[in-house]
């Protein structure tokens, strides 16, 4: 394993141990270990990740080791799945003490995340991840929306640059003075 001269290991190496760890997690060859999902960054080291239980998801603070906390290496958000090491006799429906310390072993890619979900391993609310399309089509469902595809016709007819269409203040001005006949509406 390549190691610098201060004992520090690099960025390949690191991401190989996370690939190795995240196979034998989702193979079921380690034991103690569940999986959850990162929904906070709380920094110094530290996540809080949701974990499945009998009454729904349920958040427990979790330590990033030093292996994986390089970012480039393994990179960690809110949307990652993570195999966290809990122990053998660990309850997820018991409350959770202050005095219990929770590891991350391995973080897992939206692939294995998938076929954690197909297998029935974990719940689907842990492998989701927002589509864009989807979620700007939920935020533009109450604003207003702008077609542009005459004003694109006519201009690729003329020019044969595409042009972008501009705001004008002016314009913005004049139709907002202008008296609107609310029985036209």
Same mark, same amino acid.
């Given at each position: 394993m390549p190691r610098s001269k201060k004992g520090r290991i690099s960025g390949s190496a690191r991401k190989v141990i996370n690939e190795r760890r995240a196979a034998d997690a989702v193979s079921g060859k380690t034991e103690g270990v569940i999986f /959850?999902? *990162? $929904? %906070? *960054?709380? !920094? /110094? !080291?530290?996540?809080?990740a949701a974990i499945d239980s009998k009454h729904g998801p349920k958040e427990i603070l979790v330590r990033i080791p030093n292996l994986l906390g390089r970012r480039g290496a393994t990179p960690l958000n809110t949307s990652s799945v993570v195999s966290i090491y809990v122990g053998k006799e660990f309850n997820p429906d018991e409350p959770v003490g202050s005095s219990d310390h929770f590891d991350i072993t391995a973080i897992l890619t939206q692939k294995q995340a998938y076929s954690l979900q197909k297998e029935g391993s974990i719940p689907p609310?842990? =492998?989701? +991840? *927002?589509? =864009?399309? %989807? =979620? $700007? +089509?939920e935020a533009g469902a109450g604003g207003f929306e702008f077609d542009y595809s005459e004003k694109a016709g006519e201009e690729d007819s003329s020019d044969s640059e595409e042009k972008v269409p501009t705001f004008s203040r002016k314009v913005a001005r004049d139709a907002a003075d202008a008296e609107i006949d609310v029985d036209d509406i």
């Amino acid at each position: 394993m390549p190691r610098s001269k201060k004992g520090r290991i690099s960025g390949s190496a690191r991401k190989v141990i996370n690939e190795r760890r995240a196979a034998d997690a989702v193979s079921g060859k380690t034991e103690g270990v569940i999986f /959850a999902r *990162i $929904t %906070k *960054i709380v !920094g /110094a !080291g530290h996540v809080k990740a949701a974990i499945d239980s009998k009454h729904g998801p349920k958040e427990i603070l979790v330590r990033i080791p030093n292996l994986l906390g390089r970012r480039g290496a393994t990179p960690l958000n809110t949307s990652s799945v993570v195999s966290i090491y809990v122990g053998k006799e660990f309850n997820p429906d018991e409350p959770v003490g202050s005095s219990d310390h929770f590891d991350i072993t391995a973080i897992l890619t939206q692939k294995q995340a998938y076929s954690l979900q197909k297998e029935g391993s974990i719940p689907p609310w842990m =492998a989701q +991840e *927002i589509d =864009a399309p %989807k =979620a $700007t +089509e939920e935020a533009g469902a109450g604003g207003f929306e702008f077609d542009y595809s005459e004003k694109a016709g006519e201009e690729d007819s003329s020019d044969s640059e595409e042009k972008v269409p501009t705001f004008s203040r002016k314009v913005a001005r004049d139709a907002a003075d202008a008296e609107i006949d609310v029985d036209d509406i």
